[in-house]
């Protein structure tokens, strides 16, 4: 159904308008309805890019009943707070709860104490006969926005739920009617900002004192929004590692900030066309090994390790990366489409080398691949079956593997917490598998191309 069209609940329409009136820009963030605002196109682009979970696939087929989610930035707390919630619950009847818990956009590895941090409104929910609203804030953490989990005490019970994995346990005796899609785990988006989405409203009876046109705000970049969601839970990076890490090592171990600044450039070269090519990029090997032990970047590294799935390797996609607009210069293809493919860019503006290697499936593992053309030689990197999370790096919201310190641990072995300045990627990583020659000089040749 197109949400133009949509028929609402009196209770939504209510809150529609009570919004409206206060001039409070609510940003509808529910999946579901999001997904019905897209046309033809756009829903083909997450669908055969693979970038919607297989939840929310089996809810949009079932039409499964949310709290409808909204969004808020963090400036507009105090209207939340001082206006919506006294309109909603004094004069309307409306049950309120508001969730406060630490204030996770201000961590940081070196000031972790939860003293050290106010609680901070992370969720309100509204609901009145049935129905209900969820209202999750969006706090910027340097250069993204986070969203914090609800604490677990204090999680919302949800009436009638049949789906065991979805409920939060809690002693908490403030019932749900509805599941909710956000608070079950932190999360982290992209900066965006806001659109008006014109919408027909009407009643459940598609008639009455409730009809209007509003306008629905809604994400600029509704696509890139939902394709978030997937790999939207935040994890940090190993804060008592990091700590541990800082006070052991000299400054040449732990902080470079030139090339901080040349990894940051070239990450959101990245993060540009990841999102111009609707795909998920992820830090891995060295860079995933600093993010994970040391919250940054090794600063005696001589390049950014990056990857993404081989399901997104092709003719069409390379002639776009090579021909991109961001400032990396496609210096080497390594390998072929279905075995070992391999970007190897150059900065423009630093002269850095990045690696992007495509992840193929071999369950129950998965694998990129290393190349010494000299010998016509390639070789497997092994690594246990992960998905991806988002983090922070040098201040950017970034791909990681959520169980980082398994597949860290697959690379670099047992004493991965330690530096080791002398590296050879033919022999030093702990999960390189055999030797591989190409089969003739010919696919060697179509395997291994320097470009000008």
Known sequence: ????????????????????????????????????TLDYRDKQILLVNDLLSKSMLNDIVSNREYCIAFGVFRDQIPVLKTKLGPKLRDDMSYKEILIEGIDGSQR???????????????????????ECVQ???????????????????????????????????TDNSFPMPKDYHYGKHEMAFDMFTIDAYNTTTSGAGGSGTGDGIYDLWVPDDRVHYLAQLETGQFVECNYRVARDYAASYPANLTDDQKMDQSVKDALMSLKTMARQLHIPIFISSGTLLGWYRQCSVIPYTSDLDTA????????????????????????????????????????????????????????????????????HMYFRYWYPWFRLCSAELVGLKVLVPCTAETVVRAEYGPE????????????????????????????ALRAYKELT
């Open 108 to 130: 940081q590895y070196n000031n972790t104490s939860s003293d050290d941090l106010s609680d901070v409104l992370l969720h309100a929910f509204y609901t009145k006969d049935g």
């Open 135 to 169: 209202i999750s804030v969006f706090h910027p953490r340097h250069q993204f926005l986070w969203m914090g989990a609800i604490p677990t005490p204090t999680a919302p019970a949800i009436l009638n739920n049949t789906d065991t994995n979805d409920t939060i346990d």
């Open 416 to 443: 991965w917490y330690k530096p080791k300045t002398s590296w050879s990627y033919l022999s030093s990583a702990y999960n390189i598998g055999p030797y591989r020659y190409w089969s003739s000089d010919e696919e």
């Open 308 to 375: 993404t799935w081989a399901r997104y390797a092709t003719d069409q996609a390379t002639d776009q990366w090579l021909h991109n607009k961001v400032g990396l210069r496609l210096t080497y293809i390594y390998g072929l489409l279905d075995n070992g493919y391999q970007y190897a860019f150059y900065t423009r503006r630093h002269n850095l080398r990045v690696d992007l290697f495509y992840m193929y499936e071999e369950w129950p593992n998965m694998t990129y691949t290393g190349h010494q053309p000299s010998k």
């Open 1 to 36: 159904m197109d949400v133009r069209q949509r028929v609402w609940t009196q209770q939504i329409l209510d809150f529609l308008e009570v919004t409206h009136d206060l001039q409070l820009r609510t940003v509808m963030i529910d999946p579901l309805v999001l997904y019905q």
